[in-house]
């Protein structure tokens, strides 16, 4: 096989100049890989103060590939049969199991106009929802309800197996100050109560196994930081292991939302979004600095901690 390097960005919004939240899977069956974001209208002209709903009545878009990751197309949006009307979906993460694709997304009804926190650092009173949904082509989707989480401000869930063979969702409590907390159960559609697993504030975890550790990753105050564990129970934290800038093409941004595609046991690729303030074609939006794309950079583990040289080039080929 030749030597390729990734494109950069490797996915754009042809229609809004937003793409946020990236989760990949790959289709076992055909070999295609999907990746589904959150559908951000950056592009968009918004009047009020603030126009924070271009953050907000995003629907989950849906690009894919057919060549491992070297070229995208984007596919449109899902039709989410969860409540009719405009609404808005944020931070999807995708499993599959057993011939299924499962989705659990952020859901919150409408398109609020206004931020996440009041002037008093108080959540606002648009309940944000974690749901659960699946489906055997990506199209068509049955729904199985809402989570019930113990809070109506549940965000940004990533799912992922542990060691014992259980399932558990990480998601970031925005009521609790942006803590991170953990539900656990067997297949996917019952849950434990939660439990806290990082009293302060975060969004965004991933929770992958690599180089003999299992890893949660998230966006802290410090950047995207790493967090150790040898059970996926108890986490060290390793610290920030990414650059907050890179100098590819609209790669200037923070690394943002990522996910993690294992490759082997020692390498896999960090796919995240960032915002540019770009277009595709390298044209300042004048609408918005929000103009997000995904970018791909390659992830090791070295001497115990994970490492990331986002600028640097690598070959690139999803599994």
């Known amino acids: 096989m030749s030597t390729r390097t990734p494109l950069a960005p490797l996915i754009t919004d042809p229609v809004f100049d937003g793409v946020t939240d990236p989760t990949l ?22 009047s ?49 199991s057993d011939g299924t694709y499962h989705l659990f ?15 008093h650092g108080r959540p606002s009173p648009w309940h944000r ?11 068509h989707w049955q729904h199985h309800g809402p989570l019930e989480l113990g809070t109506d401000h549940a965000v940004d ?26 539900v ?16 302060t504030w ?15 990753i998230a966006e802290s105050r410090n950047g995207l930081t790493s967090y150790r564990s040898t059970d996926a129970l108890a986490w060290e934290e390793t610290g920030p292991f990414v650059a907050r800038t890179g100098i590819r093409p609209s790669d200037a941004g923070s690394v943002r939302s990522p996910d993690v595609v294992r490759v082997d046991d020692s390498t896999a690729y960090l796919v995240y979004y960032t915002q540019s303030g770009h277009d595709s074609f390298g044209d300042e ?17 070295e001497n115990g901690g994970l490492t990331c040289d986002r600028d640097a080039p690598f070959e690139f080929r999803l599994p």
């Open 48 to 96: 009020g103060s603030p126009s924070i709903a271009r953050c907000h009545g995003t629907p989950l878009g849906l690009a894919s590939s057919t060549d491992q990751g070297a070229s995208w197309l984007y596919r449109g949006t899902l039709d989410l049969p969860i409540e009719p009307g405009h609404n808005t979906f944020w931070g999807p993460t995708l499993v599959a």
């Open 157 to 182: 869930p990533c799912v992922a197996r542990t060691p014992d063979g259980s399932w558990s969702l990480w998601f970031k409590d925005e009521a609790a100050g942006g803590a991170l907390r953990r």
């Open 105 to 119: 997304t952020t859901f919150i009804r409408g398109v609020p106009n206004d931020p996440a926190w009041d002037t």
């Open 202 to 216: 975060h969004e965004s975890p991933v929770v992958f196994r690599l180089g003999g550790f299992h890893w949660l």
């Open 184 to 199: 656990t159960g067997p297949d996917l559609m019952s849950w434990s109560p939660p439990e806290t697993v990082l009293s």
């Open 285 to 301: 939006v004048p609408t918005s600095s929000q103009s997000s794309v995904a970018q791909v950079a390659l992830l090791r583990v």
């Open 25 to 46: 899977v790959r289709d076992h069956a055909t070999g295609q890989w999907w990746c589904v974001f959150a559908h951000r209208r950056a592009n968009v002209r918004l």
């Open 129 to 139: 929802r974690i749901h659960h949904l699946s489906s055997t082509d990506m199209w």
